[in-house]
């Protein structure tokens, strides 16, 4: 039984490790790869990427290529200041820190047509509330008649998917759920 015990914490030490550990690989355009006719904007707005997250861009390379700019160069479709050069056809970039990723092909017209890509990886959820209650002015009571009186204001707090649960992968599975899970089973 103590050996079950032990394989068992081994087993959730292990699962957290390997959770804290594991990214998405995203292939750029899904099966359509780096190429024309496809809205980079659509497919990058239904993602959610995080550090650690790769991006992998399939294409023709005697068609196309991929050039991370800055976003002045994105924004006017140039290649005055690359980051960084891509052009073997399948090209892996990690998103390694929070902040904005641009892209483009800067063969001539293929930005213009389309051929560009912005990732954004949230920094940090903020820490300040959004809306700030409002005290009331001279002449109103504090309260309605039949509410509490003594009730502390609510402030709206931003959306952040990881303020109040510890995630699995921190994406998807709640360790919150499992460990407990685990726990149990094995004491």
């Known amino acids: 039984m103590a050996f079950l015990k032990a394989m ?3 087993l959730v030490v292990m699962m957290a490790i390997l959770g804290s550990t594991m990214a998405d690989v995203y292939q750029v355009g899904d099966s359509k790869g780096w ?6 904007d659509t497919w990058s707005f239904f993602k959610n990427f995080q550090v650690g997250d790769t991006l992998v861009f399939n294409y023709d ?9 800055n ?8 290649n ?3 980051i960084a050069s891509f052009n073997s056809g399948s ?11 641009y892209f483009l092909c800067d063969i001539p017209g293929h930005c213009a047509s389309g051929l560009k ?23 109103y009571p504090d309260h309605f008649p039949g509410t509490p009186t003594k009730k502390p204001l609510e402030t709206l707090q931003p959306y952040h998917p990881s303020a109040n ?9 709640p360790m919150n759920i499992l460990l407990p899970l685990i726990l149990a089973l094995c004491f």
């Open 71 to 78: 976003v002045n160069d994105y924004n006017t479709c140039s």
């Open 8 to 10: 068992m914490v081994l």
């Open 117 to 139: 890509l912005h990732v954004k990886i949230a920094i940090a959820a903020p820490t300040t509330p959004l809306v700030t209650p409002i005290a009331p002015s001279k002449g």
């Open 91 to 101: 090209d892996s970039v990690i998103l390694a820190t929070p902040g904005d990723y």
């Open 61 to 69: 390379p005697g068609l196309h290529n991929v050039r991370q700019v």
């Open 80 to 82: 005055k200041t690359p």
């Open 165 to 173: 649960t510890a995630y699995y992968s921190s994406k998807w599975f």
């Open 35 to 40: 190429t024309f006719n496809y809205n980079y």
